[in-house]
């Protein structure tokens, strides 16, 4: 994964973050109730809403009743990149992932990820959306990292994703700018975002959490039956 040169990867190479000095996510000191950021997320770039126009999406449900049909899923699977099967947390239920073929040949990092969810109790297997990003996906204790770096008609921006509860759709979890505007959560649950009021330490902090803490999710892992 390269680290390239933007306005955090800059202050992570100057020494910002060490091991003594990680922030963490923002504390309750620092966030205030927000009423207004769904709004404001929707027209703003974000690795959900690109993908969405990129590939233009559609969530649903699938005429499958196991997980594993949709790595034989002709349409999707011919054009696969490979599969990973992960936990996410505060869904009750197996989450695949399928990362997309990119034709952009000079594109090393992110990609376009597709996820499939089945809700246990449930033999209905689910798209739930995408995620397109210009950095690896990533992963850590149930939660999805998908972060991009500031590059043409890209904006940078410190994004985190879960599934909703029911399995329909991908929800934003955490998501901060480079301006120091967006939100937090812990949960899955999009009417228990509190506005980010940190400051650029907190910041680079969170990046911290993408770049040595989160695994990249491998795909490839999972084949099927």
């Known amino acids: 994964m390269k680290k390239m040169g933007v306005k955090l990867i800059a202050g992570i190479a100057a020494g910002i973050l060490t091991t003594a000095g990680v922030f963490g996510v923002a504390t309750a000191s620092q966030i205030k109730v927000i009423e207004t950021v769904d709004c404001k997320i929707e027209s703003n770039y974000s690795s959900l809403t690109s993908c969405e126009e990129k590939a233009g999406t559609t969530r649903g449900e699938t005429d499958f009743s196991e997980i594993w049909e949709v790595t034989e899923w002709a349409p999707h699977a011919n054009n696969s ?49 995408c995620l397109y990003t210009n950095q690896d996906l990533r992963y850590k204790d149930g939660v999805i990292y998908a972060c991009n770096i500031e590059a043409p008609s890209v904006e940078e921006a410190f994004e985190t994703y879960l599934i909703a509860p029911d399995g329909k759709r991908i929800v934003h979890k955490d998501y901060v700018d480079s301006d120091l505007w967006g939100y937090t959560n812990d949960s899955n649950i999009e009417s228990n975002k509190v506005a980010f009021d940190g400051d650029m330490d907190d910041y680079l902090a969170l990046w911290d959490i993408y770049f040595n803490k989160a695994k990249d999710v491998e795909i490839g892992s999972y084949t099927g039956r």
């Open 81 to 129: 990149d490979g599969f990973a099967l992960i936990y996410v947390k505060g869904f009750d239920g197996a989450v695949l992932v399928s990362k997309q073929h990119d034709d952009d040949a000079d594109k090393k990092d992110g990609g376009q990820y597709w996820f499939f969810t089945r809700k246990n109790g449930e033999k209905k297997v689910r798209c739930a959306g």
